[in-house]
Structure formats: C-alpha cells, structure tokens
C-alpha cells in the first residue's frame, strides 16, 4: 500500500483506474489512426489519470512483483501490471513526441522532383500498386528524403528517451535485461534461434528469390530494393482471385461455418472503408476488452486486403471473446506473442489450398502458383523479421552508438532479404518494446495451434462447427494470462521452434 494525500492506492483502484485510463487512451488512438482525428490529445488523458501513471503506482507494481514468489498467479499478475506500469511510464513522458509524430504522419506530403505531390500516408500504397520499377525508386527516392529530414528525428528521440526512461527505473541491467524480466521472453535465446534460422533457409533463399524478383518484376535480384518488395508482395497478378466485394462476405461466412459470430454480436466494429488520413496499416484497436472492439482497414486491393482482413480479425475475435470475468491485466496487456498468434492462425488460412478454394476466386490452375508465392512470401517474411529483432537488439541494446544504427540497418536487412534498405528507415521501421520478438514468437505458435486444430478438427477445420466453440473457450477466453510457450505447452505439447515453419515453406516451395 502507498499513501498519497490520505488516499490509498491498491493493485484493486490502479486495476479500476487503469481501465479507464487505457480506454481514453486506446480511443484517442483508433480515432487519429482510422483519420477521424486530424491529431491525437494524449496529454490531457495523462493529465487526468495521473494516479494511474504516479511513481506510487509504479512503485506498488515493483513492490508486488518482487514481493511474490516465481511461478505464483500473484507474481504472474504482477509481472504483467508492472510491464504495463513501465510502458505507460515512459509513455507519459513520451506523450509531446507522439503527438507530434502523430500530426506529422497525418500531415505530410512528400514532394516528387517531377512536381507530383502525394500523402505521406498513402505512399506504401502507391509505390507498392506502381508497376513501373523506374518510378517505384523515384518515389522511394523521394519518400526516403522526407523521411530521413522530418520522422526519422523524432523517432530516434523517442528510442533514446525511451530507453533512458527506463534504465533510470533500475528494474535490471539495462533496457534489454529489463524487457526480459517483464516480459517472461529471453531475447538472446530468439536471437540465437532467428541467426540459426537466417543460416539454415539461406540456401533455399538464394535459390528462389532470382526467379521472382525476374517472374514478377522483371528485375535483377541485385537491383530491387524495398521498394520492389513492396510491389512484388502486393501480388497483383492474382488479383483476380481475391475481389474486394467479396472479402468480408467470404471471411466471415467461413467464420460463422467454424460456429463463431464473426462480430462478436455487436462487440466487434469493421471499419474497412476507404478515408482521408486513415493509416495505411490495418490495426485492431480493443478499446474496451471485450464490450468495444474496432478492426480498421485501408484497402489496397487483392490477396493482401484479404491477408490482412483475417489477421486483424483474429485479433478482434480474440479480444471480443475474452472471458468479461478475466482480471485487467490479462484483458490488454501481457504476452502479445498471445494475440499476434491468433491474427496469425487466420491470417495463415490464406495459404491452406481447401481454404483458398472454398473461400476465394481463386482457379484450380492459378493454386500451384499462388501456393508457391505464399511460400516465398512467407520465407521472406520470416527473414525480414528474424533480422529486424536481431538489429533492434543492437539498437536498445547500447553497444552500438546511435550514428552507426543505419548503416547496421541497411546492412543486416538487405543480406536477410535481399532487397536493399534504406538508412532513412533504421529508427522508423522498428517495432517498439521488441514487438517483433512478439510477432516471431506467435509466427512459431501459429503453426503449434494450426497442427493441433487439424488433429481435433480434421484438415478443414476452419469449416468444422466444433472447432470455433472450442478456439473461443481453450484460447480466446483465457485473454493473455499465458506466455506464448507456456500456451504451446498446455494446447500442443511442444516447445516453439522454427522447425514447423521450415517444413511448411519447404512444402510450399517444393
Ligand atoms: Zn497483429
């Protein structure tokens, strides 16, 4: 207990106060990201919660968790309040800064050399629709230029305070021990396994990424660049498969074939229209869990808009389907690696060929071929991302100075994919607080729930009206009161590895 001005804060009021802190704080954000806000006022909503964000609170969050003893519901509910208390601390301080980015990002232009002037926002878009290769580096070009002179600052600023913010707590040695203890995640551990999987899919990358970068693009391997990746993932040559008409019809018909309500009877919003400043990233955002839950979506068009429908849907269906019962904590917060599993458990149907030719367009002739770009896709993916933890565990990590970042950036990320980055990128395409670690750790948990479901529930199982009452009450119900191995273990028996992921791209690519 901690005593301020004759009140006293319990885990109980920072558990009630946290809720309705969290709220405001997650609608401002689905407000300025879906463009129904030109910016986002998060100091007020700091302002008017502070108890929630006082040193007290942090202070009785340590004082639980070093107070409990290991492997005890106590001190797994207090690893998870604290790990919150840390990121809302620094994200008090932080609050001006992305505020800032926030308006920036909805605001800027970037202006081509040829007089041609396009929103910041919409630019992934245009550059990944444009098929002329000339144009793509033009605008990239462009892109970098204003990237480099006006984001990439403030997000360099932000890692650093960030950092600092967080060392001055004195929780561990360092930023990245610190992550490890609040997390439950050992960093090293997945570096070693993502540098272990860089060197074991080498050889089979450097065998197939020639023949698409030619197929699709047209292109030397050594001449693409992000870019190109861009466009060459956008796919458009099965466009045809995926009309955007049908997207939502398809998606939630299978839903409601597996036995779940794909809306959660009302507590799930879809937001997938087109609108002015909305972000050109689909997100999730459960802004109360698991009444109000809103999915938005920017369309591209094609495979991708359906890739990324089912993966914010089984986000949303996660949160909307979280037990009403289940303690704070475990409703927004612990290990993601939890959610992005289940994103990832719909998102992955796209390369399942019974799926694709029940729900899609897609011909029986054009299916060897898309499953063998959902392959490549994947391998990239997988890559891409087992370099970017490794880089930003450089980058948190404190051993390299800050100006030598982008050039390791562009370094480790162009030998993972090929493609060549760009030193404008290195502190704006990195996932804060180690998401990636998140992202890798569900991409291993995807394919854990994905064996298991096809053992209870037969190969369609994403047809099979038992398997959604069962998804809904072993996984969607629990929230996030597990880590993502401690789930492999209870739901499959096994330990999480890149062995299954392996297996399946080989499949894929054979
Ligand atoms: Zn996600």
Redesign the pocket.
Known sequence: MTKRGGQSLSLDSLREGGEAFIQEISREYYLAHSGQKATAELQPIYAKHAEVVSEDALALTIEAFRGSAEGTEEHRSARALLDWQVESQSGRELAPLDEREIAWESSAVVRVPDGREIKFEAMAIEIANNPDANDRHVLEAARAKLVGAELAPIRRERFQREKDITEKLDLAAGYNATFEQLSGISLSGLRDECAQFLRDTQALWDEVVPEFVKRVLDMKASEATRADALALFRAREFDSGFPAAQMEASIRKQVKEMGIDPLAHGRITLDTGEREGKRSRAF?APVRVPEEVYLVLRPHGGQSDWTTFL??LG?ALHFAYARPDLPFEYRGFGDNSI??GY?MLFDHLIEDQGWLKRYTELSANTLPAFTRAAGFSELHFLRRYSAKLIYEIELYGGTTRWESLPDLYVESLTSATTFRYNRADAFVDVDPHFYAARYLRAWQLQALLTETLVERYDVDWWRNPRAGPWIVAALFGEGQRELAHEQAQRVAGKTLSFAPLVRAVERMLG
């Open positions: 999730c993966h914010e986000h959610t992005e994103a």
